[in-house]
């Protein structure tokens, strides 16, 4: 019984392994038909890749060690996506093309169905390690896989993607009226010229914006590339290596709401206050919100700029001059001020600046002076000329009117007379000592006013002389060769 069972399972196991080998036939054979109906290229690509997999794609592609790989490379701007002028950073999406000879990948077109290209995956093949020196991003790789045309005299075309985040020194200084320069510079990380030689491919030795799309906040004025050789102390081989510079300008349009017509409305709020009264309290209450409106705008600027930027933007340092005048011209007003309420406890303005503020620039800035300078004077009795009076007399002169006798002594006349000389005197001296207040005061007052005048006149030309430099700057750096395409 146990010999049946084994004989069965032998018959078994040679008709399952006899159907398992009819399959696989039938499927080499379905796979040789698959390769005889399709065309050549299949073939012709698994055979390059085989190929290259037998001889490894670790070092160049050269016959001879002494000869070098000739490396065409362009470079297409599709877009700008980012200026980070804060961080120094300019992020692009560009198109790398590459050019190069691969003795490993020729072959003959007559066998092949006269194929004259085909496409191979990158990661097959030897790549020229041509990179951005200037890289800034945290990512190790910066190219998107892409497939390599490679043509039958053995001559590749690659053209990959690639997101580029370079360091580029941005100045800030005229912002936002400024332009900045990029320059990215590629070349071989590890071979020296003698070994991988990059020259521009030919007719492309600039940027080619032949895709580029508009960025809504710069605009390119300048694009242009040239070829470096380094030589360094350490190694007599050239190190070359190509680099593409691209100027561009920004649009000030948005900056123009948020910053600048703001900022020119405020000024003609800072010239107001020059003309308010330095003992009003609105004087005050005017500076301290334009004050804090210019620091406002400050902050928005600091925003927009690095912290340690090398250069102060202009616009920055015309907020902090306008806080500056606007401080002055708030401790003069608060000094009036004091010096109003105060009174005879205040001193009066040194001598020099008298001179100076009171007698010439206030005539010369138009600020009247109603200083009483005459000195005052009460007549002790009203009526006729005062002759001097004798009390040792009791007669006098002949020609002296005659009164009629009366009971009062001439002593009580003589005590009434001098109390009421007493008491004029004492509004005399009353009087003067209010007039010398209000002169004081009033000396003041016009050092505050004549002082406001002054910082006004300096802010008006200052302002004046800056927009006429913006001006002249902005007619200078647009050249009629570049209007044009600085609209494009």
Not at 146 to 173: E, K, Y
Not at 309 to 331: D, H, K, Q, R, V
Not at 350 to 376: G, S, T, W
Request: hydrophobic share 45%; glycine share 4%; net charge neutral.
């Amino acid at each position: 019984m146990a010999a049946i069972t084994i004989i069965v399972w032998l018959l078994m196991s040679v008709v399952v392994t006899s159907q398992k080998t009819k399959k696989e036939s039938k499927e080499d054979k379905d796979f040789d038909d698959e390769l005889n109906i399709t065309s050549k290229e299949k073939i012709l690509v698994k055979r390059l890749i085989d190929r290259y997999a037998r001889m490894g794609k670790e070092g160049r592609p050269v016959v001879n060690t002494s000869d070098a790989v000739r490396v065409e490379f362009g470079l297409s701007l599709i877009q700008i996506l980012d200026v980070d002028v804060k961080d120094q950073v300019l992020k692009t999406n560009v198109w790398y093309e590459y050019t190069w000879s691969d003795v490993l990948l020729k072959w003959d077109i007559e066998q092949y169905d006269n194929i004259t290209d085909v496409r191979i995956p990158s990661e097959h093949i030897w790549l020229p390690d041509i990179l951005l020196y200037n890289f800034a991003d945290d990512r190790l790789k910066e190219q998107r896989n892409a497939l390599v045309v490679v043509s039958h005299d053995g001559s590749l075309l690659w053209m990959p993607q690639a997101i580029l985040r370079s360091s580029c020194a941005f100045n800030t200084l005229y912002f936002p009226f400024d332009e900045q320069t990029c320059v990215l510079k590629f070349g071989s990380w590890s071979y020296n010229g003698f070994k991988l030689d990059i020259h521009f491919k030919q007719g492309r030795d600039k940027f080619d914006l032949m895709d580029y799309i508009e960025n809504n906040e710069w605009t390119i004025i300048e694009n242009e590339g040239y070829r470096n050789i380094k030589m360094y102390t350490c190694c007599p081989e050239p190190y070359p290596d190509l680099k593409f510079k691209l100027v561009f300008r920004r649009r000030v349009a948005f900056y123009t709401f948020i910053l600048i017509m703001p900022c020119a409305l405020l000024s003609l709020l800072t010239m107001v206050i020059f003309w308010v009264p330095p003992e009003s309290p609105a004087k005050l209450t005017l500076g301290m919100n334009i004050f804090l409106a210019f620091f406002v705008l400050l902050l928005l600027l600091a925003e927009s700029t690095p912290k340690a930027a090398s250069t102060i933007p202009l616009i920055g340092a015309y907020f902090c001059m306008n806080m500056i005048m606007i401080t002055l011209s708030e401790i003069l007003a608060c000094v009036v001020a004091n010096m109003h309420f105060r009174g005879v406890r205040i001193n009066r303005v040194p001598k020099c600046m008298r001179v100076f503020m009171i007698n010439y620039m206030a005539r010369v800035l138009c600020v009247r002076d109603q200083i009483f300078e005459k000195e005052v004077t009460i007549p002790v009795v009203a009526g006729q000329p005062k002759k001097r009076w004798n009390a040792g007399r009791v007669g006098g002169d002949s020609n002296r009117p005659q009164y009629p006798y009366t009971d009062i002594s001439f002593a009580q006349v003589l005590e009434e007379i001098k109390a009421i000389r007493d008491l004029l005197e004492r509004v005399k001296e009353k009087k003067a000592k209010a007039e010398e207040k209000e002169k004081v005061i009033h000396e003041w007052r016009v050092v505050g006013l004549v002082t406001d005048r002054i910082i006004f006149c300096f802010y008006l030309v200052t302002n004046c002389v800056g927009l006429m430099i913006i001006f002249i700057w902005q007619i200078k750096r647009d050249p009629p060769h570049l209007k044009g395409f600085a609209e494009m």
